[in-house]
Nanobody, 120 residues
Framework: QVQLVESGGGLVQPGGSLRLSCAVSGDIFKIYTMGWYRQTPGKQRELVATITNGGSTNYADSVKGRFTISRDNAKNTVYLQMNSQKPEDTAVYYC??????????????WGQGTQVTVSS
């Protein structure tokens, strides 16, 4: 059993900053790529940023230069620092982790989602 618990969402004014965290727990052997995705009503979930266990990162064009993804492998935690936020960043943000467990092998797991609202 693997759990992803997100925190850090909320309301922020345009131009402001928020930091999301996602802690992975359970019967983990190894965590591979971790990432953040977001979804707004009526739209498909879209990639925001990913980071490999080696630290290589990938960003959606819409967030490049404003958002930074990082991870602490000792804590099994991934972060998303969001700066210079825009109203179009408003969405439910989901954490994703590709985890190998002895029971299930390699699987993708999702957090429950955290709301981020950018509004004045």
């Amino acid at each position: 059993q693997v759990q992803l618990v997100e925190s850090g969402g909320g309301l922020v004014q345009p131009g402001g900053s928020l930091r999301l965290s996602c802690a992975v727990s359970g019967d983990i052997f190894k965590i591979y790529t971790m990432g953040w995705y977001r979804q707004t009503p009526g739209k498909q979930r879209e990639l925001v940023a990913t980071i490999t266990n080696g630290g290589s990162t990938n960003y959606a064009d819409s967030v490049k230069g404003r958002f930074t993804i990082s991870r602490d492998n000792a804590k099994n935690t991934v972060y998303l620092q969001m700066n210079s936020q825009k109203p179009e960043d408003t969405a439910v943000y989901y954490c994703n982790a590709n985890v190998w467990t002895p029971m299930s092998g390699l699987k993708a797991y999702w957090g429950q989602g955290t709301q981020v609202t950018v509004s004045s």
